[in-house]
């Protein structure tokens, strides 16, 4: 007879038992009565095409199959096998938790699907979350209380005073502070054992695969096109599972991409949608609890992936309504013909996304000669008519606008463009020059060449030439 030691994540499958005998001659032949005794085990050790999971690794002794002759391993009387599911990397030990750490995490050890070794486990895992916004914050929040133990965080933003209804790792006292040292300040209060690795710059194509190389996981809490779609390529160039959660408005979505056993995002979404036609939160708005839902269910499918325990929703799209609190789901299947993981992919490596999703990965107000000034545009508002268009959403125009200014909402542009007669100079803007960089090049593709539009939105023109228009 053989032994062979059951992982704790398994035994919720083994009744229990930590360990079982079993009579084989090899490897190959141990595993299948394991699986014919215990069936549930099977989809957790095997991949769909029979493949042995590639985070789990079998030793027996003390010996790695793969440094021996794999599944074809022979395996003597009294020889001990140990199924070791691992994402820390296979071989290393897993840390040990010291009396403070037991202490901090008792409730999570006397769970009999966590304890001690998954505890560990969480404590050797590594994260990365690419954004601290609204998705970040309960992600980060619980994934250090659980005790991961390395979190990478990528942000570049400052703290804004209407990020403050949704983005729960902020406080009021740090409007003006980079985001991240205001994440690391809150995650060492709520957990000092987990190590917060930063990140201050934006996730680009030329630094995301450095960034994301060393990390276990990513999980996705951007909230634009372009960094989504580089947050899946890189997870999928990895080989990474890739925690996925969007907001909008009142819904949801949440699913696990994971391109070596499971669709990733592009299965989902090949293409991004055109310019203008899905605002993004700071132009459509969001609920501010809404992100707290979703984000907990994304740092739930993280705190599983790691444990290797549950049914994880890599294959599963859930959406959650939050106006009808109504959570549903439909299937996702692997895209045979996705151009990256599928049969034949066409993308190898990552590219300009911003070029691909045809728009900036933020509202930049930065100066080009397309822009005009807010003391410039009030100049030139004194002087002559200017067919000044507000491109921003119906309740934004409500709170406030610019005299003479007539609303054509970024999505409505291109139906509308017949009401542009170019008589006059054009001048387009938007709340801070995201959507009117947007609205520009749309016009200027319509023949209207000597458009232009407002650096910095509205906001600079409250800021510089009407205090009156209130800033959002
Ligand atoms: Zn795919």
């Known amino acids: ?7 704790t994540a398994l035994r919720v499958y083994t009744e229990r038992k930590s360990t079982i005998d079993i009579s084989a001659k090899t490897v190959e032949e141990l595993i299948n009565r394991f699986v014919e005794n215990y069936p549930q085990v099977k989809r957790h050790l095997f991949a769909e095409d029979g493949s042995l999971r590639n985070y789990v690794n079998i030793f027996v002794n ?3 199959i793969r440094t021996l002759r794999g599944r074809a391993t022979e395996i003597a009387d009294r020889d001990e096998v140990s199924i070791v599911p691992s994402v820390a990397g296979g071989v290393d030990p897993l840390p040990s938790l010291t009396q403070d750490e037991i202490r901090r995490y008792s409730r999570h050890l006397i769970l009999p699907e966590v304890g001690v070794d998954g505890q560990r486990r969480l404590k050797a895992a590594s994260v990365l979350l690419v954004g601290a916004g609204g998705l970040g914050s309960p992600v980060a929040i619980y994934l250090a209380a659980a005790g991961v133990g390395r979190l990478g965080i990528v942000d570049f933003d ?13 406080k009021s006292s740090r409007v003006g502070a980079s985001k991240l040292a ?34 276990d996981l990513v999980i996705d809490g951007t909230d634009n096109f372009p960094t989504r779609y580089l947050v899946n390529d890189v997870s999928v160039l990895l080989k990474k599972p890739n925690v996925y959660g969007s907001i909008f408005r009142f819904e949801g979505q949440a699913s696990l991409f994971w391109a070596e056993q499971g669709p990733c995002y592009r299965c989902l979404y090949p293409e991004p949608p055109p310019p203008g036609l899905v605002p993004s939160c700071a132009e459509g708005g969001v609920l501010g609890v809404l992100p707290g839902i979703i984000g ?3 740092a739930t499918e993280a705190v599983k992936w790691i444990l290797g325990i549950g049914e994880s929703l890599l294959g599963r799209l859930l959406l959650v309504d939050a106006l009808a609190m109504r959570f549903r789901q ?3 299947k692997k895209d045979p013909r996705c151009p990256l993981c599928g049969e034949r992919p066409t993308i190898r490596s990552l590219s300009d ?18 822009d005009v000034t807010a003391p410039e545009l009030a100049e030139l508002l004194k002087m002559e008519q200017i ?5 921003r959403e119906p309740n934004e125009w409500d709170i406030g606008r610019i005299p003479t200014a007539r609303l054509i909402p970024l999505g409505q542009l291109m139906e509308r463009l017949n009401e542009i007669h170019g008589d006059r100079p054009i001048i387009a803007y938007c709340r801070s020059g995201g959507r009117s960089a947007t609205a520009l090049a749309m016009l200027r593709k319509a023949g209207f060449s000597s458009a232009r539009h407002l650096q910095g939105g509205i906001l600079k023109w409250s800021e510089l030439v009407d205090p009156s228009v209130p800033r959002y």
């Open 158 to 170: 400052r703290v804004e005073e209407s990020n403050l209804h949704r983005q729960i790792i902020h």
């Open 330 to 332: 439909v299937a996702l």
């Open 1 to 7: 007879m053989t032994t062979v030691y059951i992982p």
């Open 182 to 215: 205001s994440a690391a300040e809150t995650l060492a209060e709520i957990n000092p054992f987990t190590h917060v690795e930063r990140y201050e710059v934006a996730f680009r194509s030329d630094n995301a695969l450095e960034i994301a190389k060393d990390y």
């Open 296 to 298: 907990v269910i994304q």
């Open 62 to 64: 003390d010996q790695d």
């Open 387 to 391: 067919d000044l268009i507000d491109v």
């Open 353 to 370: 996304y911003e070029a691909f999703c045809g728009m900036p990965a933020r509202e930049d107000s930065g100066a080009s000669t397309d």
